[in-house]
């Protein structure tokens, strides 16, 4: 749950900041959280998760 709300803030934080300096359109933020939404509701939501999941763990493993 930790890296859910983790990834969520992240990504609504990169939305916010590409909405006010990049010229994102707001529609274009409000389209891409749509498909998110639909995608979780999906036959895909296990293996997206299982990718996200995977993906955390390489970054988490890399030592600076």
């Given at each position: ?29 409000i ?34």
């Amino acid at each position: 749950m930790v890296l859910s709300v983790s990834v969520v803030l992240l990504l609504a934080i990169i939305v916010v900041m590409l909405v006010r300096k990049q010229g994102l359109k707001t529609i274009h933020a409000i389209v891409c959280g749509l498909l998110g939404f639909y995608l979780a509701s999906s036959s895909m939501a296990p293996t997206i998760d299982e990718l996200s999941n995977n993906l955390a763990n390489v970054i988490e493993d890399i030592k600076f």
